[in-house]
């Protein structure tokens, strides 16, 4: 019986070899692989921002999950075509449309050093340095935005799950019973709505409250309606402001609300998962006045400091309340001593296994250093302020507010017709042209186009070309063609 085990253990193991190569072939996978992402941020100054969808089905591999494995060569080439080039390329200088991150060379280094060493980062014990390097950089992120050192807080897969886990944590603090309202405007991202469903408040007394002309939270429409329900008997629970509106970019007056939130015993809660780590440079922190002033904050470091996707975070200024909501020690992962890394992130997220996030965070700030990302920020803030005065020098442009961050919609007012037709033209022909990639939404019931200034890779050549691509557009729809 032992032996007979024996040999069918031996021909499991030499079957397995493929996932085990040795370091010839270590080497050369890895020289492929770094050789082709090497060409393709290469090529990335020239390619179209927004790539054929039918390009999916161009190729395939034979069959697609082999019992065999494919050499890598073929593989890479059909990852090209048909994985890295159709739709968008967000990390294009030229890509305008949503928020985009840009992804930075250093944090896919970080990934795969991550995922090489494969440590369990959701538990301190497992990997005592992988959880003080996210605790580190939590400290960095809540220095960044003003918070005090009682905040505690943990690296997410974006601003949906951090918005999530700060709804969560307020609901536990201040309305355990229900019953407490919530107040937004008509501009807060659709993952608080997700977020307060999940969180069994979906049906929780909702105040929608008035935007001014530039779209921000009315201070007066927020306090009459906290002032009466509290003469109602309804208790004031959840404030979520803005830091940078989706349809937008617009800052909500956070100084201010943060003043009523304290008056009337409310959670203020800010969806800063575009805007909310402009607080870093100095021209954002001006705009993002208040934000320490509030009791969580979501953001997402796959925006505004250029990470990859995957990267949020969210932070709770009295950390304890991540604590008591998530804190758990199951007999299975009691702790195996005495740490001084900080908490575990299983103990203030809803996760347990978890990516090793950090890195890709850390190691960016290690080789490029803070104030890189600094000027990175202040550019593209500067930089949709002349995007916005270029269009104001241009005839018959609508060109909106002025930007408080670095999303600018406006609109363009043609000679005749139905504006709102010329304009969704006007963008289908640009996204369809594929060198320049801006998006649109409707305000009001007016279509607006969308110009979204955030890849660390663009610069003011990328803005000028977007202007000259919208122009050459705006001639051909209102030539004899298109009239």
């Not at 301190?124 to 992120?141: C, H, K, Q, Y």
């Not at 921000?216 to 402001?241: F, K, N, T, Y």
């Not at 990859?308 to 604590?323: D, F, I, N, Q, S």
């Not at 890779?457 to 705006?474: F, N, Q, W």
Request: charged letters at 20%.
């Amino acid at each position: 019986m032992i032996e007979e085990l024996k040999l069918q253990i031996d021909g499991h193991r030499k079957a397995m070899q493929p996932l085990e190569p040795d370091a010839d072939t270590r080497a050369a996978l890895g020289r492929q692989a770094l050789d082709h992402a090497l060409a393709y941020l290469d090529a990335l100054p020239d390619a179209p921002s927004n790539g054929p969808w039918a390009d999916v089905f161009s190729r395939h591999l034979e069959p697609e999950f082999p019992e065999e494995g494919h050499d890598f060569a073929p593989v890479l080439d059909y990852l090209a075509t048909c994985v890295e080039g159709p739709g968008f390329t967000t990390a294009s200088p030229r890509f305008m449309a949503y928020i985009p991150g840009g992804g930075l060379f250093h944090s896919a280094l970080g990934d795969l050093l991550a995922a090489a060493s494969n440590k369990f980062a959701g538990f301190a014990s497992a990997a005592p340095g992988a959880v003080r390097l996210e605790n580190a950089t939590i400290e960095w992120l809540a220095k960044a935005i003003g918070y005090p050192e009682s905040t505690l807080g943990i690296l997410t897969s974006g601003g949906s799950i951090a918005n999530l886990t700060a709804v969560v944590a307020a609901r536990d603090a201040r309305d355990d019973a229900g019953g407490g309202a919530v107040y937004t405007t008509r501009f807060a991202h659709h993952c608080v709505d997700k977020a307060l469903h999940v969180a069994g408040r979906g049906k929780a007394p909702r105040r929608l409250i008035a935007t001014d002309e530039s779209f921000r939270m009315s201070i007066a429409s927020l306090e009459e309606a906290l002032a009466q329900d509290r003469e109602a008997g309804i208790r004031p629970w959840l404030v979520v402001a803005s830091a940078g509106t989706v349809d937008t970019g617009s800052v909500d007056p956070l100084f201010e609300i943060a003043q009523i939130c304290r008056r009337y015993g409310a959670w203020f809660h800010i969806d800063g998962a575009y805007g909310g780590l402009f607080a870093l440079c100095e021209d954002g922190r001006q705009v993002l006045r208040g934000i320490e002033l509030s009791d969580s904050v979501a953001l997402d470091p796959h925006k505004t400091l250029f990470l990859p996707y995957g990267t949020g975070a969210v932070l709770v200024r009295e950390g304890r309340h991540l604590v008591d909501t998530f804190g758990a020690s199951p007999n299975y992962m009691q702790p195996l001593g005495e740490s001084e890394v900080g908490p575990s992130p299983s103990d203030l997220s809803p996760e347990l296994t978890r990516h090793f996030r950090a890195l890709r965070l850390w190691l960016p700030l290690q080789l490029a250093g803070a104030s890189a990302f600094r000027a990175a920020q202040a550019e593209k803030l500067a930089l949709a302020r002349y995007f916005h005065a270029r269009l104001t020098q241009i005839p018959d442009f609508d060109p909106g507010p002025p930007p408080d961050l670095s999303v600018i919609t406006f609109r363009y007012q043609p000679r005749g017709g139905d504006t709102d037709a010329f304009n969704e033209r006007l963008l289908r022909r640009t996204q369809e042209e594929g060198r320049v990639m801006l998006s649109g939404t409707r305000i009001d019931g007016r279509f607006m186009i969308r110009c979204a200034i955030l890849n660390f890779r663009t610069h003011i050549e990328h803005v000028d070309e977007a202007i000259d691509v919208l122009g050459r557009g705006i001639a051909e729809l209102e030539g004899p063609a298109g009239s």
